[in-house]
């Protein structure tokens, strides 16, 4: 591309443009998974909606593609790709409570740390993600699992709006009244259609929760999981949280003997009366003895960012398979224990979510989301800080998947798979994939957004 052109783009847009022979293009190429090594061609840095029409309207005149990056935490690396154009919102972080509405509007590269910290002020929150540096636009787009999906919905539930540019370069606006099919396809269906500036969502009264994490012996899994698999199907709904394979990391609250250990983490979010959190949590408390656990009254943004540092962005190679999951068997059971015990190194783990309570009340066809009779979205995320360990990883959880896929449903949730799990998308999706063909070719009939789980038109 002639110096011209690069002029011009940058002549178009209030951000930075960033190309390979400018100062700061390593830094601006990296995304969060720190074994995508690609080298786009340019890296936008929008500060606005108007940037983002002038770099979708560059892309497509100069047939480049288009990769989008909000929060940067794609496992397969869609926020990058060689010789593209990279959309980078991380600028676009501002967050609007409107505390009598019970509505937050958070421009399209928010992340959860940023947004749930201004609702947090106005005592209110939504459903987000278990970490703060994901962003808000890949994980709701997706679906979005977290602590309170149980009591709240999935975070695209919680949707009410969304600002959009779409591949033609105009500005849409999507919810139950205006572009109501492209707004049941963001409520599930990736960034297949488009680049959303702007998310608005619907609040709930949270503010401390009693959560955080205990940790049981590996001898008691099997008790505790099947514990957790009864308690889970009726417990109360502002309940949420989830068991975890994870190493003992030293932290000071575990028994120091005990630190490198392999045990089964159960860790809690309670988003009821706060003195109510103890008995909400005693059924799992007294499933085995408890080896340590760090469990409390705290606010809601200190436990969504209390595991933060397990996970620095661009200090781990991540491969990670997802399933959803009706029943946890014993069958189930013995495969996890067979496989979590091997977790290799203290970053990789594997999370058992429940995605039942209200997500399991929106009607498999409500929004593109389908998996609305699943109990549980399990995540085998392998993390590792040292590429030497690469292989080990991978294998880990390759087998640990080939183990407990036949044991699940056909699909998993798309933001916790990997770039090769792109023939499970339709899977993803059952019943709601062919009418999301159709929302595609609507809005994107030249599959301009196709660094994704794609949905081809
Ligand atoms: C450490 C870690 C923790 C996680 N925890 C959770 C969790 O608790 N719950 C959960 O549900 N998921 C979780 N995830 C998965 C997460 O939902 C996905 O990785 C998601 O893609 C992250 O979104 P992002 O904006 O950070 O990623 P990015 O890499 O920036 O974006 C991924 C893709 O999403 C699309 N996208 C992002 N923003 C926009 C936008 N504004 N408009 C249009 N398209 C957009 C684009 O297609 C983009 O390529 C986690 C991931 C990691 C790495």
Redesign the pocket.
Known sequence: MSTQTVDGLRESVRGEVITPSDEGYDDARK???AMIDRRPAYVVRCVGTDDVIAAVSFAREHELDI?????????P???TADDALVID?AGMNDVQVDAAQRTARAQ??T?WGVFNDATHAHELATTG???S???????T??????YLARGHGL?CDNLVSAE?VTADGRVVTASEDENDDLFWALRGG??NF????AFEFRLHPVTDVYGGPMFFDRKDAGTVLRAYREFIVDAPEPLGGFPAWQIAPPLPFIPEERHGETMLAFVACWSGPIDEGEKALKPLRDAAAVVAEHVGAMPYPALNSAFDAL?PPGGLQ?YWKANFVKELTDEAIEAHLEHGPKVPVVNSTVHIYPVNGASNRVAPDATAFSYRDATFATVIAGMWPDPADTEANIAWVRDYYDATAPLSEDGG?I??MSGDDQDRIRSNYRGNYDRLVEVKRKYDPDNA?R??QNIRP
């Open positions: 995304v969060f998974n990769a989008v990056r909000g929060g940067g935490h794609s496992v690396g869609f926020g919102l399209g590269g992340t993600g278990v970490v540096t994901t962003g808000v636009g890949g994980l787009l997706g679906g979005g699992i977290g975070s959009i990736g960034g488009g680049v959303v500036t996970y991540h949730y933001n916790f957004f660094l994704n």
